[in-house]
């Protein structure tokens, strides 16, 4: 089991700027990241476990498995 998540308003927010910006890669030049397995984004301690859902990529609800 990992640690809970532990991140400021700020960390939160970049982390949306983040995947925003992997989103439009994808859209724009249909380049998808780890496409048959989660991503890992890394801030400060903390680690994300991201996935495209289809339109967005998006925290990935079983983050911490």
Request: hydrophobic fraction near 40%; aromatic fraction near 4%; charged fraction near 25%.
């Amino acid at each position: 089991m990992s640690a809970p998540m532990n991140l400021t308003a700020e960390q939160m927010r970049t982390i949306a700027t983040a995947l925003d910006e992997l989103t439009q890669i994808t859209k724009r030049l249909d380049v998808s990241f780890t496409p048959q397995s989660r991503l890992e984004l890394g801030l400060g301690d903390n680690v994300l476990m991201v996935s495209w859902d289809g339109e967005a990529y998006v925290i990935d609800d079983r983050n911490g498995d």
